[in-house]
Every structure is written in structure tokens, then in C-alpha cells.
T-cell receptor, first 110, second 119 residues
Framework: KNEVEQSPQNLTAQEGEFITINCSYS?????LHWLQQHPGGGIVSLFMLSSGKKKHGRLIATINIQEKHSSLHITASHPRDSAVYICAVSPPNTGNQFYFGTGTSLTVIP | EPEVTQTPSHQVTQMGQEVILRCVPISNHLYFYWYRQILGQKVEFLVS????????KSEIFDDQFSVERPDGSNFTLKIRSTKLEDSAMYFC?????????????????FGPGTRLTVL
């Protein structure tokens, strides 16, 4: 059973392209998180969302609570954006456990 | 900026040996977590820890695993007798509550991970 589904699994883009990664979830949440994992393995938190939209530099994250869906957008993509992007949700009340998506592997070609 | 740190970054061990993975959470956080990621698979929850005891654990976290906070700053994960299938990246995280009351949300801060290789 997958509480969090991401698409696409793999994505290759040309430098400069606009990129969208999608996340759908099936559980109630208090927040949704977008994480970035570089080839070395370390995880960095990009966004935490409970509603609406957030922007940080070239990254934009949106969430629709009613539809249980979130998107991560990257504008003017760059090879250094190449990484695995992971969607994770935290349930309400406990927050003890995150449910993780399988990740989207992004490769941006110069 | 405060961060979660983990040591070692890479641990190689023989099957059957005990390993201890170490984490230093962010100092004013109260909830701590261990996750693992087997190569090519998604991140999986292992255990959460609060007030010096386990608050939740997954099916993966069997009797071979234990956690403790020995000195108020370190948070350790011990695997008593490692198996080949324990080879994975192990991430520690600590949690902060952002916002007040019901409107608050939990944000987890991840460490850089320890890559465990069992031979």
C-alpha cells in the first residue's frame, strides 16, 4: 500500500526547461514536504506546505488539500538541479511518522 | 544554522557484527527519528523517540535494533548482529513544531546519513 505516489519516476530535461513533479497522497496530513536527495545520499528539506503555494528561488511548490495533490515546479532548470526529489507527508495528531514517495529522479542536461 | 549531524558517514562491517550509528540532533528538539533507505528504494521509517523512550516503531525495527540517547545530546541506533539486508543509508532526523496549537505543523530536519555496508 502506497500512501504517497509520485510521478514521473524519472525525468530528463534540457537546461532551461520548466519542470513539474507531481505527488498524490491518500492519507490525512498536517503537512506535505518536498525533499531533495543528491547523488551522495544526503536529504535536504526544500518545502513544508500545509496549504497554498510557496516559492524559493526557482522552486515553487503548490498543494491542493481537497484533491490531495501537490506539485513541485522548477523554472529555468539547471544541471545542478539534477537530484532525486521526494514527496513526504506527515499525518496529523502524532507527526511521528513520515510517509515517503518513491522519489522522482531528475536529470538536467546542459 | 543548526543542523543534524551523523557519524560515521560510511560504515563497512562484516555480517554478524554489531554496529552503532550516531546522530547529534538539533539541540532544542524533542523528537528524534531513524529512517533507512535501501539502495534504489524509498525511505522507510524505523523508529521515533521521545522523552527517553520509543514512541513508535515500524515492523522493520525488530529485536536486532535498539536506540538510546546516552548523554542528552547523542542519539544512537544499534544493530546487534548485522545481516546483508541491513545494508542501506540510515538517516537520523529531529523534529521541530512550527506554529502554535492545532495550526502548528511538524518539520523534520534530516542528517546527512550513514551509508552502512554489510559484507
Amino acid at each position: 500500500k502506497n500512501e504517497v505516489e509520485q510521478s514521473p519516476q524519472n525525468l530528463t530535461a534540457q537546461e532551461g526547461e520548466f519542470i513539474t513533479i507531481n505527488c498524490s497522497y491518500s492519507v490525512g496530513i498536517s503537512a506535505l514536504h518536498w525533499l531533495q536527495q543528491h547523488p551522495g545520499g544526503g536529504i535536504v528539506s526544500l518545502f513544508m506546505l500545509s496549504s497554498g503555494k510557496k516559492k524559493h528561488g526557482r522552486l515553487i511548490a503548490t498543494i491542493n488539500i481537497q484533491e490531495k495533490h501537490s506539485s513541485l515546479h522548477i523554472t529555468a532548470s539547471h544541471p545542478r538541479d539534477s537530484a532525486v526529489y521526494i514527496c513526504a507527508v506527515s499525518p496529523p495528531n502524532t507527526g511521528n511518522q513520515f510517509y515517503f514517495g518513491t522519489g522522482t529522479s531528475l536529470t538536467v542536461i546542459p | 544554522e543548526p543542523e543534524v549531524t551523523q557519524t560515521p558517514s560510511h560504515q563497512v562491517t562484516q555480517m554478524g557484527q554489531e554496529v552503532i550509528l550516531r546522530c547529534v540532533p538539533i539541540s532544542n528538539h524533542l523528537y528524534f527519528y531513524w529512517y533507512r533507505q535501501i539502495l534504489g528504494q524509498k525511505v522507510e521509517f524505523l523508529v521515533s523517540f521521545y522523552n527517553n523512550e520509543i514512541s513508535e516503531k515500524s515492523e522493520i525495527f525488530d529485536d536486532q535494533f535498539s536506540v538510546e540517547r546516552p548523554d542528552g545530546s547523542n542519539f544512537t541506533l544499534k544493530i546487534r548482529s548485522t545481516k546483508l539486508e541491513d545494508s542501506a543509508m540510515y538517516f537520523c532526523a529531529s523534529r521541530a513544531r512550527i506554529g502554535l496549537g492545532l495550526a502548528g505543523v511538524n518539520e523534520q530536519f534530516f542528517g546527512p546519513g550513514t551509508r552502512l555496508t554489510v559484507l
